[in-house]
């Protein structure tokens, strides 16, 4: 199949699924086309079945805001054209799937059928705001296919928008080979000399993250006992989650790492991760702990229970619980083992239910589903 595929570029959990999904077709003989206005950060551009089409925005003084969904609605058709694509497969529904909307009526009375997927905020904070409502409504009314990433934005989806058409759960997954646990004996010596027990957490560092409220946990562990605290990746709470490691005296326990790649080798190197967010519609970041044999004290919010279970996988707690949280994180670092246990566990529940070898397949069959019923439906 040819398959183009357009994402967000930057660090943020949908465009990493867009861009691994795109890895793993490409591995099973897929061609597949990224079209966006840089490379996604992960793309393997060594891959002889990847290829990446830039999204040029032209300027100009009339435009506070250069209208990109044009732009990337007539790249789009013009990579159609010239690479035959047989469907488009967008990643977060604003503005992509409108933009996609928009070559699939210009490509006509060729076919060039879409499908989008939903990852969280498109829907649970963005798409839901009024100026975006009707239109995000209306390209997810008009896709070809439409799937979410977990049961919870399913039923959100559902719920807020009204939407009356199917819409398939794919969950994210995770490639197995590719994150598990390693020997990281180098990073835990350079983070923990002492041997002290790692906590870890990355995100993007936004407001929905309470990347503060890591540094608050931290510190409740810390007056009980010896420990460090990674944090990877940056975004808009750095500076504060900065201030508050100073606050509390904890510079010489934690490191900011900024934005990483190859997080498996880090992942490798922690006993105990953190995503205490206001809100997850699904929560990869967790998921690719699990898979490297990390235990997760995450928030019971959104998608997150169907990744994280309490007490099996981790523990789950309230936005906002740091206390609940910290009682949870110094009880697993004070075992004999260190969570190990509990990590082997994650592991063996993130590759049962979330292994790229299982959920691509699930992609495969549905793009085929939907290349049938577009030409059924032309017939
Ligand atoms: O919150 C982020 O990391 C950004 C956002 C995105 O779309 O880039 O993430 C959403 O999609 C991820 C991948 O499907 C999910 O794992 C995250 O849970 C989801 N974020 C939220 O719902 C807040």
Redo the contacts with the bound molecule.
Sequence with gaps: MRVGITC?PTY??????ATELGQELAARGHDVHFISYAPPIRMNTADPHIFFHEVEVVSYPLFDHPPYTLALATKMLEVFESESLDILHV??AIPHSVSAMLARSMAAPRRLPFVTTL????I??VGSNRSYLPITRFSIEQSDGVTA?SNY?LAQTLKEFDIKRPIDVIP?FVNCDLYTRTDAKELRAQWAPNGEPILMHL??F?P??RVPDCVEIFALVRAKMPAKLVLIGDGPDRGAAEYLVRKKKLQKDVFFLGKQNAVYQKLSAADLFLLP?Q???????ALEAMACEVPVIATNV??VPEVVEHGVDGFLVEPSDVKEAGRYAIELLSRADRGREMGQRARINAKRKFCANDVIPQYERYYQRVLESASAARA
Excluded: M, P, Q
């Design positions: 967000y943020g959990g949908s465009g990493v699924v990643h977060y990852h969280g905020t498109d649970t904070l990433i934005l994210n995100s993007n936004r929905v993250k967010s809100l997850e519609s699904f929560g990869l970041a959104g998608g």
